[in-house]
């Protein structure tokens, strides 16, 4: 078999690029996109080029932002349009290739190794996307092309706005291996600092790093890393389709402004579970753990992950079980970013609601009844025709 052909897709400057469709008048202004517009202390989400030029940043608060550029105009964020806009980007993906794996809201891989001789090559097709999205959205996307996942990504972000990088296995140690090591996939800012310690400063210095070092350092991610340099990932791009049933489900969110006390995460984690809840049963799950996820003001993250004898798949559950581990391990000593809730060691509904003769399931049962009937009504009339007071 061939070299595989693998596109990275990113839809530019995403949130502001399609708040800016509907404010066409501010397409020449610097413009940020930020959460709660009505507070100085929100943050900025999403800002576009002209905004970038004053060196406005994502997750920064506003009167920051302000600061840097006075003529700075917020828009509030409009997340039914950025939901749409994405499906009709994944439209566009879906005429060249079956293969999309979305990561996040404005990014996908797409795998186009079986599509050259209907569409010309991975440059090509990436080309041919480029003008499809500018010309039907109103939109621009940079994509990356190369033979496998973690290239690609780079290529994206190579060159930005509008763009097309190519990174083949000739020109990628040109190309890559100047760059910081924190450009690399998977390489947060914790590992980059832990990286920098030992002397690894870019791409190319990890390739020299012996295993054994990096397994000391950062544990097996250590050596994923420096395969990832060498241009060894291998990982498929793994396409969502209806009939795929995930092997964990989860749902976060950095607010408007950061969360300061636990009814604020509580709430949170209420609405997370409902979305969760409604993953679980659509695929005829339940979780027999959860994880919780958070990220500090000083952009410090932090995850804590515990399993239970009882498996579950209700909203209120999943929403408790988070709750009360967030409240076990986390104490407000400075305020969160964001918060995150996932669903994990999930189950078949054949294997899993093992009763705990200790535990209250009874309540679980009545719990469970209640929230079969509610998902029934909304798989009728749609997810907004019932809601929990205390979330609206």
Not at 43 to 58: D, P, R, S
Not at 237 to 246: G, H, I, R, W, Y
Not at 289 to 311: A, D, M, N, P, W
Request: net charge positive; charged share 25%.
């Amino acid at each position: 078999m061939g070299e595989r052909i693998i596109l990275h897709c990113d839809l530019n400057n995403f949130f502001a690029s399609v708040s800016l469709l509907f404010n066409p008048t501010l397409s020449d202004l610097p413009v940020a996109v930020c959460g709660d517009t009505e507070n100085r202390h929100g943050i900025v989400l999403a800002k576009n080029e002209l905004a970038k030029k004053f060196n406005v940043k994502t997750a920064e608060p506003i009167f920051e932002a302000q600061r840097k550029c006075r003529e700075l105009v917020i828009l509030p964020p409009i997340y039914e349009e950025y939901e749409s806009y994405s499906k009709k980007a994944q439209e566009i993906y879906a005429r060249y290739t079956d293969l999309i794996e979305p990561f996040g809201i404005d990014e996908c891989w797409l795998d186009v190794t079986g599509s050259t001789l209907l569409f010309g090559s991975g440059e090509e097709i990436a080309h041919k996307i480029r003008r499809d999205i500018k010309m039907e959205l109103g939109i621009t996307i940079s994509v990356g092309v190369s033979f496998n996942k973690v290239f690609a990504k780079l290529g994206s972000d190579l060159k930005k706005p509008d763009a097309v990088t190519v990174i083949t296995r000739e020109n990628f140690k040109q190309k890559l291996w100047g760059l910081p090591i924190s450009d690399l996939l998977f390489v947060g800012k914790n590992t980059a600092q832990k990286l920098n310690s030992i002397g690894i400063k870019t791409i190319g210095d990890i390739t020299l790093c012996d295993e054994q070092t990096l397994k000391r350092l950062l544990g097996k991610n250590g050596v994923d890393i420096k395969r990832h340099a060498l241009g060894e990932d291998n990982s498929p791009v793994v396409s969502v389709t209806a009939d795929s049933k995930p092997k964990s489900v989860g749902k976060s969110v950095t607010c408007g402004k950061d969360f300061t006390n636990n009814d604020e995460v509580w709430r949170a984690f209420l609405e997370f579970a409902e979305t969760i809840s409604d993953t679980l049963r659509r695929h005829k799950l339940y979780a027999n753990g959860v994880q919780v996820h958070i990220r500090t003001s000083s952009l410090v993250v932090r995850e804590f992950s515990l399993t239970y004898k009882t498996s579950t798949n209700s909203t209120l559950t999943l929403a408790k079980r988070g709750f009360e581990l967030f409240c076990k391990n986390y104490n407000f000593a400075e305020p969160l970013r964001s918060v995150g809730l996932r669903a994990i060691g999930l189950k078949d509904d054949m294997t899993a609601v093992q009763q705990d003769i200790f535990g209250d399931s009874e309540q679980e049962i009545e719990n469970q009844r209640v929230e079969d009937s509610v998902y029934k009504v909304r798989q009728k009339f749609g997810n907004s025709s019932i809601k929990r007071g205390r979330i609206v």
